[in-house]
């Protein structure tokens, strides 16, 4: 059995990303964990727990632990913008420049 690394991932993943189905699905659930760590976190720096979050918007502490944990498979822009409001926040989109430094497409801040 093969001694599992850092450096190994990184290889198996560089070699991976070559196909472009699995960077799109790559990018793809990079974006989704993105955003849920940031709704985490900001539900967090609000000091509140998931359920009372789920309280403001009137869903389920599990639909919000789906959210956070980037496993809910249909977030919508609504959804989103109820979410940011429930925590003081707006929704901001924007469309940059792709660079060929960092093809990614998404950048949650």
Do not use: W
């Not at 850092?6 to 990079?30: A, G, H, S, T, V």
Request: hydrophobic letters at 40%; a positive charge; aromatic letters at 4%.
């Amino acid at each position: 059995m093969r001694k599992v690394s850092l450096e190994n991932i990184e290889i198996d993943l560089k070699e991976q990303l070559k196909d472009k189905e699995f960077k799109r699905l790559y990018e793809i659930e990079c974006a989704k964990v993105a955003l849920a760590q940031k709704i985490a976190q900001l539900r967090q720096d609000k000091h509140l727990k998931q359920v009372d979050l789920a309280k403001k918007l009137g869903v389920t502490q599990q639909f919000i632990s789906q959210i956070e944990t980037a496993e809910e498979k249909n977030l919508t822009i609504e959804t989103l913008i109820k979410i940011a409001k429930s925590l003081g926040r707006g929704v901001k989109i924007s469309f940059p420049k792709l660079s060929g430094q960092n093809p990614s497409y998404l950048k949650v801040t």
